[in-house]
């Protein structure tokens, strides 16, 4: 409407000045020295704009041909934006599809030209990765950083991820410490440096980091609680191999009550104890843990206590068959308290209760030792045999992490029948 408007008023100046020509054309006389030049007011008119119009036409000829240069450099320029655009999605096409080394080809040539360089050098380096060629790898995510050194935190998760990923663990670890230095709390480089504490068995470290593994809610509660179960169960069987009782005290002193209670701590603490030879803190450790609640694998390693008060212990396991008369494990651990107390005839009743109700490799072992300690030959032979073949059946001869029964000293069988 304006430029309507406008147009209007041009036209209707035009009109005017066209009717007041029309009655007088003015006269104009243009004198230079020797030379006189008459025209019409109009003519001149004519002229002035014909000169104005060549001389914008110059003008722009002039400036672009100044401009030239930078707009050639300019057009070349989109022309390889829009190329490295294409070699960038059609790299992250490869990269899905499987083609590793197309992609890491078609990205690595156009990353220069990129708006996003640091893309297609993290994406390269996957791709590198994917193909065993670490060297290669690193290279990218050099260039990655010296591309955008703002960016060193997403440099330095992709070398972690991709690190880890290749079993890498020193130097995932060098990589993630290196993280934590510059964004300390960064939660997914604490996830990823539980995980590299994980696999290198550095549980110390990773007990160190739980309070703030906690606090960010990096793994859900489930995945932590798991993690948290992990660490210290190793962290007792590594107190317990390296015979470090105040160590190990240490640990279960500061264990939440939610970890002293969880059952697989429980019989880690048991098995500790029996280890370090503990025989005091590991029998009030399992009446009290009973007490609380009755768990029939645990009462196993009540027979297993060396020293103390073995009449004791063999009173307290045949109160507990009153309430439990067809536990096989709690039959097990009462007839090995009776050959410690070298009650030969009852050991026997009770091995072959226990096997009557729950055939255990562990069973036969123990009543073949003692048919053979009682000289019953053939008998021993035959438990062995079944025990043998039981253990091969269920390949459960001893678990990782299990303590091994102790042979329990019996007296030679001529002096025991003399």
């Known amino acids: 409407m304006r430029l309507l408007l406008i147009l209007l008023l041009v036209l209707l100046a035009a009109i005017g000045l066209g009717i007041a020509l029309h009655y007088d054309n003015g006269y104009v006389v243009l004198a230079w020295g020797a030379w006189t030049v008459e025209m019409s007011l109009v003519l001149l008119g004519l002229f002035l704009i014909a ?8 003008s722009r000829l002039l400036f672009g041909l100044l401009r030239f240069p930078a707009s050639l450099r300019h057009r070349l320029g989109e022309r390889r934006h829009r190329r490295a655009r294409e070699a960038l999605t059609q790299g992250l096409v490869d990269l899905a599809e499987g083609r590793w080394q197309a992609a890491e080809r078609r990205l690595t040539r156009r990353a220069e030209d990129s708006e996003t360089p640091l893309i297609n050098y993290l994406i390269a380096a996957r791709a590198a990765q994917l193909q065993g060629a670490h060297r290669r790898r690193d290279i990218y995510l050099k260039n990655a950083y010296e591309q955008t050194p703002s960016a060193t935190v997403a440099v330095l998760l992709t070398q972690a991820e991709l690190q880890l990923a290749h079993r890498q663990y020193e130097h995932a ?191 036969y072992e123990e009543l073949g030792r003692l048919l053979d300690h009682l000289g019953e030959e053939a008998g021993a032979a035959q438990a062995y045999r079944r025990g043998l073949e039981l253990a091969i059946q269920r390949k459960d001869t001893v678990p990782e992490g299990e303590v091994k029964p102790p042979v329990i000293p019996l007296p030679d069988s001529r002096a025991a029948a003399s």
């Open 173 to 363: 670890l060098a990589t993630l410490r290196r993280l934590q230095e510059l964004s300390p709390g960064h939660r997914y480089g604490l996830r990823l440096l539980a995980r590299a504490y994980q696999a290198l068995g550095d549980w110390p470290s990773l007990e160190g980091i739980l309070p703030q593994l906690r606090r960010s809610q990096v793994f859900s509660r489930e995945h932590f609680e798991q993690l948290e179960r992990e660490c210290c169960l190793n962290l007792i069987e590594r107190h317990a191999r390296m015979g470090k009782r105040k160590e190990l005290d240490q640990l279960l002193g500061r264990l939440p009550r939610r970890l002293r209670r969880d059952r697989e701590i429980v019989h880690g603490r048991i098995i500790a104890r029996l280890k370090l030879g503990q025989a005091t803190e590991a029998e009030a450790d399992i009446e009290q843990s009973l007490r609380q609640e009755w768990d029939p694998d645990l009462v196993i390693h009540y027979g297993l206590i060396e020293g103390g008060d073995v009449a004791r212990r063999l009173t307290r396991a045949e109160q507990w068959l009153g309430q439990h008369p067809a536990s096989a494990g709690l039959l097990l651990t009462t007839a090995r308290l009776c050959i410690r107390n070298q009650l030969w005839g009852k050991a026997r009743q009770y091995l072959e209760q226990s096997l009557s109700v729950q055939p255990r490799p562990d069973a």
């Open 51 to 58: 000169g104005l119009a060549l001389l914008w036409l110059v």
